[in-house]
């Protein structure tokens, strides 16, 4: 049952994650997360480096074979049962915390989490009754992050979206401990922390101030206790306990601007700039209207100079004005036809 509980809140996880990609996914480009304080909720899974989940193991196999050996028949030798604990331990997290962007692509965080995992098993005797156990792990950590956005020239998807790396140190609250069937183990909260953590994310989906980032990571919480594993489990060891509440973890992070920057339109933009750069409209001259203008002016008797541009416009009225300005030529008087005196003479005859 506890196995199928799981199965449902990973499915769950994972159909919202998927649901609120197709929501707030964007057709720009995400370059940028624009806020400057923003608010975040991060679901996770972790797999816990809980090496001491041996220790638990032991102790139930050491019952399991006190039971065998307390059955008097074979039927009651096979009424023992039991189950075993999971070889790997994972949980899901769940964090929330504050961000604020001092500079473009830098952020710094604070956020507070909590982690619980429980493992239990059944165990039947020699007369068929049952007996459980169980252990469970659970920290507070506090942390401070660091975060910065990767330049977009640098590592990016073609898409949109924009990577980030983030470093957390962390603090271990009261309230992190083991508590067991057998007894419970506070951790140790030191000033100066208890771990480091490292992941990278994706800025994969966006609306309005809405930003979701997926990551991916490890860190280490590593904690102790005054008290010894053999206070809290059978068999256990007689030094003092330590563990590590870190591991490899998955999330999202959903943040919600509360303050952000004006979002500028890059369109907006490059139209201002036109307008400061805008340049007088030069008027092209067609080269047949001028050379038709040319010839109509040789024509008329009238040089035109070829370095001078001529504009369309007063091209139309070009050979009016040449008309008018060329000086009009004296009209020349016919002088009689002198004929020779003998054509003169004979005619007369």
């Known amino acids: 049952m506890k196995f199928k509980s799981r199965i449902i809140l990973l499915s769950l996880v994972a159909a919202s994650v998927l649901s609120a990609t197709s929501f707030a996914a964007s057709e720009e480009k995400l370059d940028h997360d624009n ?64 961000q604020w962007q001092f500079m473009e692509d830098h952020f710094l965080s604070a956020g507070i989490s909590f982690i619980y995992d429980n493992e239990s098993v059944v165990l039947t005797d020699r007369k068929s009754n049952t007996h459980s156990y169980e252990y469970t792990l659970q920290g507070i950590p506090l942390f401070l992050e ?106 999202i992070r959903g943040s919600f601007g509360l303050w952000n920057n004006p979002v500028v339109n890059k369109d907006d933009d490059d139209d201002d700039d036109d307008g400061e750069r805008k340049k007088p409209k030069v008027k092209i001259i067609d080269d047949t209207k001028k050379d038709s203008v040319k010839n109509a002016a040789d024509s008329l008797g009238v040089a035109t100079d070829t370095a001078k541009v001529i504009a369309p416009d007063s091209a139309k009225t070009a050979p009016d004005s040449t008309e008018k300005s060329a000086p009009a030529e004296p009209a020349q008087k016919k002088e009689p036809t002198k004929l020779p005196a003998e054509e003169i003479k004979t005619k007369g005859d």
Do not use: H, M
């Not at 771990?195 to 102790?224: E, H, P």
């Open 146 to 251: 660091y975060r910065f956005a990767l330049p977009k020239n640098f590592i990016t998807l073609s898409t949109g979206g924009l990577f980030s790396v983030a470093v957390r140190w962390y603090w271990a609250l009261p309230g992190t401990e083991i508590y067991t069937t057998w007894g419970k183990l506070d951790a140790e909260t030191p000033p100066w922390g208890a771990g480091f953590g490292v992941s990278v994310g994706y800025l994969f989906a966006s609306w309005r101030s809405f930003k979701l980032y997926g990551d991916i990571g490890f860190n280490s919480i590593s904690v102790k206790s005054n008290k010894k594993f053999s206070d809290i489990v059978p068999n256990g060891p007689e030094e003092k306990a330590s563990w590590n509440l870190g591991g490899i973890q998955l999330q």
């Open 35 to 98: 806020s400057i304080l923003s608010v975040f909720v991060q679901p996770a899974i972790s797999f816990i480096s809980f090496e001491e989940r041996k220790y638990f193991q032991e102790a139930i196999d050491t019952i399991y074979y006190g039971f065998k050996e307390y059955a008097v028949n074979s039927a009651e030798s096979l009424n023992v049962a039991k189950q075993d604990f999971q070889k790997v331990n994972f949980c899901f997290p769940i964090t929330a915390g504050i």
